[in-house]
C-alpha cells in the first residue's frame, strides 16, 4: 500500500482528479494524506470535499482555509475572521454561496467531518501538517502535543497553538535559507500553504522539510502528488478553474 500525499487544493477538483490518475492513485489500495486547503480560491469546493471525505484510506490533516470553513459551519467564526475569508485574496466568497445552496444535513456532515479532521498527523517518521510548526512551538512541546487532535479534542486556550500551526511559514522560509536544517524534533515535516513556484516547477524537498504546495490555484502552478516512501512526485497539467464569482 502506497502512502501518498497531495498537496494545496483550493478547489481546483479537474486539476485534483489528474493528478491523482497520474499518479495511478488506486483508493482501495493506496493511502492518501491530503495536506487541507480543499476549499476556496477554485469553482468546485464542494465537489472536492465530497471526495476526499468519500475515500476509505484517505487521511486529511486541517489547513486554513478549512478552518474558516468549520467555525463558519459551527456559527463560531469571528466576525474580523469572516472578513478576512471572503476577502478578495482569501478566495472565500465564492465556497460560502456554494456551501449555503447546500441542504441543512450536508452543512451538519461536513461541519461534524471537520470538526473530526487531525490537525497534525505522524506516518512513521514523517509529521504531516499544513502550514508548518515552527521552532518556538518545536521547543515547547512535544510532537504527542500536536498528533491526531482535533478542534473537538482541545481546549479553547489550546487552539490558539493549532491555528498558528495552520498558519505557519516560519519553519519553510527557515528550511529554504539554510542548507543543513536542524530541528529540536527527529521527524521530517511534510507541509503545504506556502505555494513554490519557483522556474523547475518542483516541491521543496530538504532531508527535513518537504513543500508539496506548488499552487494549484495559479495559472503557471499546479498540483503535487508525493510518495513519502520513495520521493517520486507527479503534477497536473490542466489549466487553472476559474471562480466565476466575483465580490
Not at 101 to 109: C, M, P, T, V
Not at 204 to 228: A, E, H, L, N, R
Request: contains cysteine; proline residues 6%.
Amino acid at each position: 500500500m502506497r502512502r501518498l500525499v497531495i498537496g494545496d487544493i483550493h478547489g481546483q477538483f479537474e486539476r485534483m482528479l489528474e493528478v491523482l490518475k497520474l499518479a495511478s492513485f488506486d483508493p482501495e489500495k493506496d493511502m492518501l494524506f491530503p495536506l487541507g486547503d480543499f476549499c476556496d480560491r477554485g469553482p468546485k469546493p464542494i465537489e472536492v470535499l465530497n471526495y476526499i471525505y468519500s475515500l476509505p484510506y484517505c487521511y486529511p490533516v486541517l489547513g486554513n482555509h478549512d478552518v474558516y470553513l468549520m467555525e463558519y459551519l459551527t456559527h463560531t467564526i469571528p466576525s474580523f475572521r469572516l472578513t478576512s475569508w471572503i476577502s478578495k485574496n482569501n478566495g472565500g466568497w465564492s465556497t460560502l454561496r456554494k456551501v449555503d445552496d447546500e441542504s441543512y444535513e450536508w452543512k451538519r456532515k461536513v461541519a461534524n467531518r471537520l470538526l473530526s479532521t487531525p490537525f497534525v498527523r505522524k506516518v512513521d517518521d514523517n509529521i504531516i501538517v499544513h502550514g508548518g510548526i515552527s521552532r518556538e512551538l518545536m521547543e515547547n512541546h512535544t510532537p504527542e502535543y500536536f498528533i491526531n487532535k482535533t478542534r473537538k479534542d482541545i481546549s479553547d486556550k489550546e487552539y490558539l497553538d493549532y491555528d498558528e500551526i495552520v498558519w505557519d511559514r516560519s519553519l519553510i522560509y527557515e528550511s529554504m535559507e539554510k542548507e543543513e536544517l536542524s530541528l529540536p524534533w527527529k521527524e521530517r515535516i511534510i507541509l503545504g500553504h506556502t505555494p513554490i513556484l519557483s522556474d523547475e516547477k518542483k516541491p521543496y524537498i530538504s532531508s527535513k522539510v518537504i513543500d508539496v504546495d506548488t499552487g494549484s490555484f495559479v495559472p503557471m502552478g499546479s498540483i503535487t502528488v508525493i510518495d513519502i516512501d520513495t520521493l517520486q512526485y507527479w503534477q497536473s497539467t490542466l489549466p487553472v478553474e476559474p471562480v466565476s464569482e466575483v465580490i
